[in-house]
């Protein structure tokens, strides 16, 4: 009995304090879930024959090879899902860099040259015991803004870009920021 006395002379006044203090708003986040979501697009792919195979998309006829490193025979002219990978999130980041630049009051430029992504997909880890993960490096160079800009966009674009939610804790992911001259 003694002890629970002590404990509230203590804590009384760090609760008599903490009712002095400000009480912080919470900023509601919206928590958007894709199956409940509309369609916008669907991209559809039929593989036959794994890396060495055949991808057939609605618009799209791609021959795949397994790359060297892997032990294959890195055929040219032909890709791998990791350079797929490569291209669609890419492709998919720059796009929403451009629609979310202006929603934080910030402009992209026009010419397609001044804005460029590439990205590096490795696929990491042990073949022996399948233990297979994929790793990402993107390099951000844009013309036209501030890095402190460039670091916003970019920000913003990591909250938006479709394939950056679809990663999100499964996949390392590191962006670098370059301003070009």
Do not use: W
Request: proline fraction near 5%; glycine fraction near 8%.
């Amino acid at each position: 009995m003694a002890s629970a006395q002590a404990f509230r002379s203590l804590a009384r006044p760090l609760t008599s304090r903490a009712a002095r203090l400000p009480q912080l708003r919470t900023v509601p986040r919206r928590c958007l879930h894709a199956d409940t979501l509309p369609v916008l697009t669907t991209a559809h792919a039929k593989v036959v024959g794994a890396r060495t195979g055949h991808v057939e998309g609605d618009d799209l006829v791609v021959d795949l090879t397994t790359s060297k490193v892997l032990g294959g025979t890195g055929d040219k002219g032909k890709t791998n899902p990791e350079e797929l990978f490569a291209a669609g999130y890419g492709a998919c980041f720059q796009s929403a860099m451009n629609a979310s630049a202006p929603s934080i009051g910030l402009k992209m430029p026009k010419n397609p040259e001044d804005s460029i992504v590439e990205t590096a997909v490795h696929l990491v880890g042990d073949m022996k015991s399948l233990e297979l993960r994929l790793k990402v490096d993107m390099k951000v160079k844009v013309r036209g803004v501030s890095k402190e800009e460039l670091e916003k966009i970019v920000a913003k674009t990591r909250e938006v870009c479709p394939y950056s939610h679809a990663i999100q804790g499964n996949v390392s992911t590191n962006i670098e920021v370059e301003v070009m001259e």
